[in-house]
């Protein structure tokens, strides 16, 4: 289907515009007389995104659908299905008032597949890109105990959770991330030009130069001569990581080595063992099967590590361990919430108490998040210090001895 602009005049003569997509400008023109609106203008909205390269779409996000957009859909079907709207109707008025191409195709899609009789959750698993595992089993469990309104409700609090936890991590690494590309800024000038106007100094002088001049002198030279080698290091280092990040080991190894980096690893801890507590307590309320539960909510952590954990937790629960016994196994949970998971197995409400842990650690994350700046401030300066140091010994004490031995003299 296309998307067309329409404009007309309802009954008392106002002007009524807007976007709808429809096969033909008939059809638009028939829906339009049926709401009563007398059709002045339609023609079909041309698509801006029309023969931009492949590269230039991916930046733009085109053919996507975003957490965002998600969120909103979930939302919209939580209340549709709260007001006994009839899903093929309710997904009627959807691609009306939906803006992203690709969720429009992936609506159109889902009614088509439910129009030839198929369930919900089996066409939203056509669309693994947009509906992962853990989104089409709460369907499923939702269809199948006639509760999709709570289903769409607990599924939209859980995505707004998982949205807050990535921002909160993303705002604690942005701020080190500026401050060490500064840094390599700042190093990049002074190996550029300002070493190299020493450099000039010194070989005039003729003096006998410590190591440690020598050695910025070297790689300032290095620099100067065979930057575009330095460059293709560095993008070569970039590619090889993230050929490294893709492959299974690699992306454990990181994980595993990000949970262990100074104050930001402590966030993305925590922020990680919240979206464990709320999924998992949000899939065993819904209904789902423990086990079941354990393997959908460790492919939405974003975590090679903890899904490897997480693993590890169901299969002692299929050996019939108890959910502490296993908590206490996998190694990931202080000794707080391990207190909590016993308090809530004993007295039945698991669920409750782990939805409590999620929350306290959403509270922890964000006052963590906070303070970041004054946590990570120390060690920056450590490292701006050092660097200082290197260059005020490396480049200007040869300056210091050369003057104390030209003051002796006179």
């Not at 059809?27 to 590269?55: C, F, H, Y």
């Not at 990535?166 to 991330?177: D, E, F, G, H």
Request: with cysteine; charged share 20%; glycine share 8%.
């Amino acid at each position: 289907m296309d998307i067309f602009e329409y404009k007309g005049r309802n009954k008392r003569g106002e002007i009524m515009q807007g976007t709808i997509q429809s096969p033909n400008p008939a059809a638009v023109a028939a829906w339009m007389i049926e709401s009563g609106i007398s059709p002045i203008q339609i023609r079909q909205q041309t698509d801006k995104l029309k023969g931009q390269p492949q590269w230039l779409l991916a930046l733009q996000g085109a053919g996507t659908v975003k957490p965002a957009d998600l969120l909103l859909f979930t939302r919209q079907m939580g209340t549709l299905a709260k007001a006994g709207i009839p899903m093929m109707q309710a997904l009627a008025g959807m691609l009306k008032a939906t803006a992203n191409p690709a969720l429009t195709e992936v609506i159109q899609d889902i009614r088509a597949h439910l129009d030839k009789g198929a369930e919900l959750s089996a066409a939203m698993a056509r669309h693994p890109k947009v509906f992962d595992s853990y989104y089409v089993s709460m369907v499923r469990v939702g269809e199948g105990t006639g509760k999709l309104e709570e289903i769409f409700k607990s599924l939209y609090e859980q995505l707004a959770f998982e949205k807050d936890m990535r921002q909160k991590v993303k705002a604690a690494l942005r701020y080190p991330t500026f401050v060490m590309i500064a840094i390599a800024i700042a190093i990049a000038i002074v190996s550029l030009f300002v070493i190299p106007s020493f450099a000039k100094t010194y070989a005039k002088m003729h003096a006998s130069l410590p190591f440690l001049t020598l050695l910025l002198l070297g790689i300032s030279e290095f620099a100067v001569r065979y930057w575009w080698a330095v460059l293709s290091m560095l993008a070569g280092a970039v590619y090889a990581f993230r050929s490294f990040v893709r492959l299974p080991e690699g992306r454990y190894f990181w994980d595993r080595l990000k949970l262990r980096l100074p104050v930001v690893g402590r966030i993305i801890k925590k922020a990680t063992i919240a979206r464990f507590c709320r999924s998992f307590a949000t899939a065993s309320k819904s209904g789902l099967p423990i086990v079941q539960a354990f393997t959908l909510v460790s492919r939405v952590l974003d975590n090679a590590y903890f899904e490897e954990r997480i693993l590890l937790m169901r299969e002692g629960v299929q050996r019939g361990e108890s959910m502490l016994r296993v908590a206490q196994t996998a190694g990931i949970f202080a000794p707080l919430e391990l207190q909590m998971i016993a308090v809530g197995e004993e007295s039945g409400e698991i669920d409750s108490m782990l939805m409590e842990v999620g929350e306290m650690y959403q509270e922890e994350v964000e006052y963590e998040v906070s303070r970041v700046a004054e946590s990570v401030e120390p060690i920056l300066l450590g490292c701006i210090g050092a660097m200082v140091l290197v260059l005020m010994l490396g480049i200007f004490m040869p300056l210091w001895d050369l003057g104390s031995v030209a003051m002796r003299k006179h």
